[in-house]
């Protein structure tokens, strides 16, 4: 529930617990309040702390199009007002893709790293599935139908669809409603068009977990088969029957694989007979 | 190059070759003219009959709202209007749907069908896919983005960039600009909601030869592990790094799978040491 | 380093760390001493518990043979003999079959499970692979092929396949080649032919994480598919490129998944938009 | 049913029907006689050769150990032998192995080429199991539960146990316990231990078509993804729930897949809209 000042913008976050610190960095749809279930569990033993990026929640808006760059800038603003040395940093889609800028630009204030759901680089594939949802950005309706169900599991969907179809209502006339929500969306969707750091995943040194999800229809599987092998120090898993809403369909791995690898002591071992 | 009247409408279909018919149920979006580099190879010694189903390429659309069991009759009088007894179905998605209601329906009229990329059902999640397509379709870029790249895995996309771009400009500035194109495939689209054989898919008893792909995000795999499970005499294949447009990604695949389980002349095998 | 006395014979188990406690439940060729990599990850805020099974490492051998049941046992009377009313069991393999049955006999003196590479039951299929290493325990070497290789990912095994050779020749010359060893394998693998909790599994109530490896080729994927659907509370993951060894092919991931599991505090998580 | 001279051994092969030739390579247990229930199928529309090769069936011994070579080369004196300019050949695991050494060695005489359950090296991992093999040959019954179980998926295994113990007592009594034939199987295994065309997939043109088997714990579903990307012209067909010994376990698809891809006329496509 605190502000601080960055760069003529008031930014948003939230900071609970104490202990080795974790820094979630939201999906692209997603604020501070987003994890009101899950920071119990993730702030018993650490400090959790949950920021709004730029044109996400209580943060302000930016008016002009900018890249993820001024995100990731962000974190380490957010970094040095709390006076924090070295960050464990959780990144969910579009959250994961600044984690990975943040790992490559500013390696020495990183611990480790937690990827759910994220990809190398905005392939044209990719971009073009973003420009579908702003072109669908006018009409509300359109908009949750064209965004809301690829991004969940046919198995989650079909199983929850009376919570889905309930939350439907809500975001069609709350959220996808309202303009200024609206021209936010459609700046992150942009912002993230030319991220690729394909090319710098060599320079990556943190120990790193990556998690896939078997059915995720917008980061598949073979995009962290590539940040697997492109990442010397990281590990890789898979959430069978899950998609890239993956935090929302297995909520108990999500929290035990980020409080698990971020906590444990030793990350490298020998082998024994 | 030839139509019949069924129904005070005019059907389009072509007829090619000598052998044991294949009729091939298009997908939605599809015509006989899909086929053009196709035909040659499964004409050669089969006979290979093509159809426009309505509200496709040149047979008469429909002005009202009609279901799938129209186009499911709408074959059988093409059957006996070419007065053959037994055919061999072949369905792509949307003419998957058509191929296991007929062989659910006119069992007797079926010899072997052959699935790319069906479902048993069309569940709460692809309706809500179809209905955003639908909602897209008063504008001809936002239909294309909508539901032509997840139509295809991300590899074939990204390494058909040029060509899936040109295309893109003429689907977009010829077909999906056309209204009269447009009102057809909303019609089609809606008339595969209340799609469902899953509690009779124990009926179908013909040798049936089920082809998933990896990257479906369409009909995903999981659709075709039920097929697979509820049809006694079925055959499944995966097919690795292709996506729901499988006869474009893997057209030589495509036509080896046909012609192979359609002409083989033994269909039961004991097992020999 | 620590014995106590249970129906006659010398039980050994080691005891670190303080907090939940965790009991680690051997895989079939395993003993206490294999965790030495391990247990100061596992009991940096654990109490970690370490038991050699009837056959295993310290504890005496059998003479006759038995079944898993009194194996079984043999985790309640350390729970007894350790004052420790609620345990959480990481099972892996026979361990794991050890922990399901223990699940179902003596489910209040369970909290959570953890299960690596287990399968419900010994179907024909395992019990032969189990009989065939059997068959070669007089010949060290042949037990050696025969057992090991299968046991890894074909990836780990190539690409450490110095480290194997090494490894190769110690156990060749000191432990396969020891014949109360070798009386000890085979009992234990025999123990085993009679597993079967597969009706049971409905029994389990206890939140358990199953974690299965896309390379096992001893109790492959499709045990840890009928687990997870056969256990009401169960989580689901999967180790890419991984075999049946996974905790010496994924040290990092297989303690962090302990860890995560175990400790957070939270199972069930609401949805939240 | 014939017989020809070369190199001063005596060499079985059979052949049946007319037109475009497919000549089979036995995987490493199998002999003329494993195709007893295929031929009729393989043979309707196609000149279908069968072969033993060097310590299989009816040809002769060899008393010496030998390298693939011999038998690659032994393929070519069959071609000459029936005065077969291009061949289609379809190699079953051993025999892809032959297979991609042919198309290497002799590129000029094959059209095209099927491989099911094939890898591009003998790894250690492989040659390792392989040795396993070696070394229980002198007991039957410890040489066919090391080796049997293991070609099949679980699935199948379990589901046909009736038949597979039937046979067991077959293959233990009659064939594991013969010394001339386990020392030819000795010999036939050894000689595949130096296997190695890793390097020059990229030599090999001819249009291939690639089956790899999910629950293949042989030549694992990695192997053949390599074959795929080595091999310009391949395809790449995966069967689910499908074991090393896939043409006993999906025998209707194996068939299919050959005569598919061996007949159809076309193997090049371009796109269409």
């Known amino acids: 529930m605190s502000f601080f000042d960055y760069d003529g913008k008031k930014i948003y976050y939230e900071a609970y617990g104490q202990g080795k610190p974790i820094l979630i960095l939201n999906g692209i749809m997603m604020s501070t309040f987003s994890w009101i279930n899950f920071k119990d569990a993730l702030s018993a033993e650490n400090q959790l702390i949950l920021l709004d990026f730029f044109d ?9 199009q900018y890249t993820q760059e001024v995100q990731v800038d962000l974190i380490l603003a957010l970094l040095d007002h709390l006076n924090i040395d070295k960050i464990n940093l959780v990144g969910i889609s579009y959250g994961g893709e600044l984690g990975l800028q943040f790992a490559v630009k500013y390696a020495d204030r990183l611990d480790r790293l937690v990827l759910f759901n994220t990809a ?6 990719l971009r073009d599935i973003g420009r579908a949802w702003n072109l669908s950005k006018d009409d509300p309706l ?7 169900p690829i991004i969940y599991s046919p198995k989650f969907y079909n199983e929850n669809y009376k919570w889905m179809d309930a939350r439907k209502n809500l975001l069609v006339e709350k959220v996808f409603s309202d303009k200024i929500f609206m021209d936010s969306m ?4 942009i912002s993230a068009e030319g991220y690729d750091v394909l090319d710098k995943l060599g320079e990556v040194k943190a120990d790193t977990l990556i ?3 078997e059915n995720d229809y917008i980061t598949p599987l073979n995009e962290q088969k590539i940040l697997n092998k492109g990442i010397v120090n990281s590990q890789f898993v898979i959430l069978p029957d899950t998609g890239h809403g993956s935090m929302y369909e297995r909520p108990l791995l999500f929290t035990s694989l980020i409080l698990g690898f971020v906590n444990v002591i030793q990350t490298e071992y020998g082998i024994v007979d």
Chains 1, 2, 3, 4 share one sequence.
């Open 142 to 148: 359109n908009y949750y139908l064209t965004t809301i």
């Open 211 to 213: 998690v896939g999800a």
């Open 186 to 189: 459609e700046r992150l969707t």
């Open 120 to 125: 190398a680089k905005t392939s044209p594939w």
């Open 56 to 64: 996400q929640g209580q943060t302000d808006k930016l008016e002009e």
